[in-house]
């Protein structure tokens, strides 16, 4: 038998149940084509689920999002981009993706996406200590402001009440590590377990339930209840309720402020008021900025017992650069500048400004005194490509309106008369950009 006489299907569905990467192909419609066992495992779909159904109809992310959707347009592949969204079971999911138009004789007929899963690696890098595998103690975590020190008394204070706990911070602030503290300050010998409460379809509270379920002790953290549909958090205080009479310590977050959130219909009362026993509120990075040196000297230690590396400090420059940025994404953030300030070190004991990383000097520049007019007018007599100068009014007005908004995403969207998922979209766009020049 000759090799072309072979039906090579069987070993192409081998091959693409066995990679370690997943694979999605859509046809010109948007309609799931190829879906291996590693995106199922990924998403949490069957394909029988996603045959007649188009990409937007299954996840929370509008057309300008979707890399597969953007090629089918463009018909022209991108590589190496970075997606977080949801999946079915509400967990927050990263890939890295290369994505390619599939054309036959010239026609277009779908596109595939290739998706390596990082979501592991993207919880070590955005979970400050925890790719140190030490527990999180109150003595951990660097507080020298004053509302970072009131924070750690209250939390304090909830372990020993032994009374559910709400969390309110935007993201990135670390209020996994304040529930941590609060696990291991009240019941060290017990296991801590987080739900991840993300999702608007029914199967996310099915999931819950079930991990409920399997949960006899400990203390459960219900991370970001506010993201869940009103009709879900109902049946999760239902289960939460049914718990709390057993050995069961309860902690949830919410990413906003609680009462604005219910006058909003985004969390349901009852809810709040389970969790609500004690409320600790977790400022952002760019009010407490006297705990920006601390954690990063903390970090620095770490780092020189973990790797045996000799740096100690930051020289002035670039100390005063971190204090006078505005850190949207808080500590998550400064950890993340932190990883790669290190991982370019070798012999150097002191980070300098010219170590600093070139879209975190881009950032540093335009949260600085930067006027509308420097992007009106040019002081020199050379003019910048139209695309390149838009580009930079476009990142400083989006800066702008972060900055007037605390870096609160939904209030940005809504002053500039936009959707919440475009502003996210438009603001990814700039940090890739900044990251590739």
């Known amino acids: 038998m000759k090799p072309e006489d072979i039906d090579l299907s069987p070993f192409y569905k081998f091959a693409g149940d066995h990679v370690a990467i997943g694979i999605h192909a859509i046809d010109t419609k948007g309609k799931t084509i190829l879906y291996n066992k590693k995106m199922r495992e990924i998403e949490g779909f069957d394909f029988e689920e996603l045959a007649d159904r188009s990409l937007l109809e299954l996840f929370r992310f509008d057309q300008q999002e979707s890399t597969m959707l953007h090629v089918l347009q463009s018909k022209v592949p991108v590589f190496n981009v970075k997606q977080t969204y949801w999946n079915r079971k509400g967990q927050e999911i990263t890939t890295i993706n290369d994505t390619y138009?599939?054309?036959?004789?010239?026609?277009l007929i779908g596109a595939i996406e290739l998706s390596r899963d990082v979501t592991t690696l993207e919880k070590v890098i955005y979970h400050p200590l925890k790719k140190y595998d030490e527990p999180i103690?109150?003595?951990?975590?660097?507080?020298?402001s004053t509302s970072m020190k009131k924070v750690i008394n209250t939390a304090e204070k909830a372990a020993i009440a032994n009374l559910p706990v709400l969390l309110v911070g935007e993201s990135g602030t670390g209020k996994e590590l304040i529930a941590e503290a609060i696990h291991w300050a009240q019941s060290p010998e017990r296991p801590m377990h987080t739900l991840y409460c993300h999702g608007?379809?029914?199967t996310i509270i099915d999931q819950l339930g079930e991990d409920i379920k399997q949960i006899n002790e400990g203390t459960i953290y219900c991370e970001r209840i506010d993201l869940l549909s009103l009709p879900l958090q109902e049946q999760l205080l239902e289960m939460v309720e049914e718990r709390s009479r057993g050995?069961?310590?309860?902690?949830?977050s919410v990413g906003e402020d609680p009462v604005e959130l219910i006058t909003s219909h985004k969390l349901l009362k009852d809810l709040y008021y389970f969790f609500s026993s004690m409320t600790i509120k977790v400022e952002p990075l760019r009010l407490r900025k006297e705990d920006i040196l601390p954690f990063v000297n903390d970090y620095f230690s770490r780092h020189r017992m973990m790797v045996g590396s000799v740096v100690h400090s930051l020289d002035k420059e670039v100390a005063e650069r971190l204090h006078d940025y505005d850190w949207p994404g808080n500590l998550k953030e400064l950890e993340l500048l932190l990883d790669e300030i290190t991982?370019?070190?070798?012999?150097?004991?002191?980070?300098?400004?010219?170590m600093l990383p070139h879209h975190f000097m881009l950032k540093n520049h335009l949260n600085?005194?930067?006027?509308?007019?420097d992007f009106i007018i040019q002081s020199t007599t050379e003019l910048l490509p139209l695309e390149e100068y838009l580009f930079e009014a476009e990142m400083y007005y989006l800066q702008k309106a972060m900055d007037l908004h605390n870096g609160n995403v939904?209030?940005?969207a809504a002053a500039l008369g936009m959707s919440r998922q475009n502003l996210q979209y438009r603001l990814r766009k700039i940090k890739k950009n900044e990251a590739q020049t």
């Open 137 to 144: 103690t109150f003595s951990t975590i660097s507080a020298v």
């Open 343 to 354: 991982s370019m070190l070798t012999t150097q004991e002191i980070v300098t400004a010219d």
């Open 368 to 373: 600085g005194a930067q006027k509308p007019e």
């Open 410 to 412: 939904t209030k940005a």
């Open 101 to 107: 138009p599939v054309f036959d004789k010239k026609k």
């Open 200 to 202: 608007t379809d029914g």
């Open 247 to 252: 050995n069961t310590y309860f902690i949830a």
